[in-house]
């Protein structure tokens, strides 16, 4: 059974760009949770889709948006980039929402922002 | 709101010897579930171990166990036998279960782990 596979896996952008990330799950996996991880800061919750619904969302700005298509398959979008926004991006998928679901995780996208 | 500490930056064990890396938590909850997440330097991060608040009995997984402390909201992770293989980052993280409850994953800063030969 493939991982969970986030594409790219490093991209460099320039401040004021605009940057969509790619998260495919577990197959059969209907929960995808997008989370960004800075030194330091560890890993700070963006938002949780399942079933192409958002279902909760962290405390990030309006710049970071997301979707999830019929497949489960998820996409990230940041606008705008601001250097703050450098970081690794995991995704994480599980089967539900359950609160003690195992998440499986992604390897992530490096987003350096010049 | 909720929130996850992990107070140790850095930590070394030496092979074969044993590790507890601590984790503190603050919530006005009751019903949670806690969990310890590795990150190996492949940057996959990988489900430790995982415990149920309501339960008094401390999760076990082979050589890794856990210390649950309720009352203190104490949840330190107790490596034994270490191994080369077990440096990596080390997720300390907390998510709500009751109905009202967002949900949400909240993650501490993370202890990185180093195993000395």
């Known amino acids: 059974k493939a991982g969970v596979t986030q594409t790219p896996r490093y991209l460099i952008k320039t401040r004021g760009q605009q940057v969509t990330l790619s998260c495919s799950p577990i197959?059969?996996?209907?929960?995808v949770s997008w989370y960004q991880q800075t030194p330091g800061q560890g890993l700070q919750f963006l938002f949780e889709y399942f079933s192409e619904t958002q279902r909760n969302k962290g405390n990030f700005p309006g710049r970071f948006s997301g979707r999830q298509f019929s497949n489960s398959r998820s996409e990230m979008n940041v606008s705008t980039l601001e250097l703050g926004d450098s970081a690794l991006y995991l995704c994480?998928?599980?089967?539900?929402?359950?609160?003690?679901?195992?998440?499986?995780f992604g390897s992530g996208t490096q987003l350096s922002v010049l | 709101a909720q929130t996850v500490t992990q107070s140790q930056p850095e930590m070394s064990v030496q092979e074969a010897e044993t590790v507890t890396l601590s984790c503190t938590y603050d919530?006005?909850?009751?019903?949670?579930?806690l969990f310890w997440y590795k990150q190996p330097p492949s940057r996959q991060m990988i489900l430790v171990i995982r415990q149920e608040a309501y339960k008094q009995q401390n999760a076990t997984e082979n050589r890794f166990s856990v210390n649950f402390q309720k009352a203190a909201k104490s949840f330190s992770l107790k490596i034994s036998d270490s191994q080369l293989g077990d440096a990596a980052m080390y997720f300390c993280?907390?998510?709500?279960?009751?109905?009202?409850?967002?949900?949400?994953?909240?993650f501490g800063t993370g202890t990185r782990l180093k195993v000395l030969a």
């Open positions: 197959s059969g996996h209907r929960s």
């Open positions: 994480a998928s599980s089967r539900s929402t359950t609160t003690n679901e195992k998440l499986f």
């Open positions: 993280a907390y998510r709500s279960a009751t109905t009202s409850g967002t949900y949400k994953y909240i």
């Open positions: 919530t006005s909850e009751s019903d949670y579930y």
